[in-house]
């Protein structure tokens, strides 16, 4: 069964700082992989997604993940932090029931500090 | 920019009551889906729409739960004997394809309707 997993249930990053938000995936076939994010009292909002090809993925805002087969891991990350960064990111990953629902991670709360 | 929008934003019902969340989905929108968030944490699935009928539905989605599609423009969540752990935000999403140029269109998601059973 598709899974993913996110290691870190929060992280704390300074204002200019560089960030990562961990994800690691367990699938079978080829690894479709997508970031969300949710911030307050809002829905959660596409961010990027790997589907093949280039292992560094562009996404919105600034962000990109890193695909990364011989981990099994798809971090999330972006050079500079803003402190309107800050929100909820879930990793996830369709399923292969024929609906292709979105499996998603656990969650993990980006707080960036002024 | 087109987006999914949910009501109301907020609802409160007597454990046992009837509640109807309702949405409306992106207009050119095929697949519909329902998820469901406690305190801010997991995003658990609910049920999968297509076509006018459930794709697929979760060990949560049981009898006291149906949706529809009645009109072709709203999507609606029933629960018919609301208890109190399903208090929750009650997502709605969808997307234009399963598949798009191979690989899986990304959710579109409303703003929730948070459910208070009390």
């Known amino acids: 069964a598709q899974s993913v997993a996110q290691p870190e249930d929060q992280v704390n990053v300074a204002e200019g700082n560089p960030l990562t938000v961990k994800c690691t995936y367990s699938v079978s076939g080829n690894p479709y992989l997508f970031w969300y994010v949710q911030y307050p009292n809002r829905g959660l909002q596409f961010l990027l997604k790997y589907i093949t090809g280039d292992n560094l993925v562009k996404g919105s805002y600034g962000f990109e993940a890193e695909f990364n087969k011989s981990q099994t891991s798809f971090h999330l990350k972006k050079p500079s932090a803003l402190v309107s960064d800050s929100a909820l990111y879930f990793c996830?990953?369709?399923?292969?029931?024929?609906?292709?629902?979105?499996?998603f991670g656990t969650g993990t709360r980006l707080k960036v500090l002024a | 920019e087109p987006e999914v929008t949910q009501t109301p934003s907020h609802q409160v019902t007597q454990m046992g009551q009837e509640v109807i969340l309702r949405c409306v989905p992106i207009s050119n929108h095929l697949y519909f889906y329902w998820y469901r968030q406690i305190l801010g944490q997991k995003v658990e699935f609910l049920v999968s729409?297509?076509?006018?009928?459930?794709?697929?539905k979760s060990e949560i989605f049981d009898d006291q739960f149906s949706v529809e599609r009645p009109d072709g423009s709203n999507f609606t969540l029933k629960i018919r004997s609301t208890k109190l752990e399903d208090s929750a935000m009650y997502f709605c999403?969808?997307?234009?394809?399963?598949?798009?140029?191979?690989?899986?269109?990304?959710?579109?998601f409303g703003n929730g309707t948070r459910l208070t059973v009390t």
């Open positions: 729409f297509y076509n006018n009928e459930i794709s697929e």
């Open positions: 996830a990953v369709p399923s292969t029931s024929g609906t292709y629902k979105y499996i």
């Open positions: 999403a969808s997307s234009e394809a399963l598949v798009v140029g191979g690989y899986n269109s990304p959710l579109h």
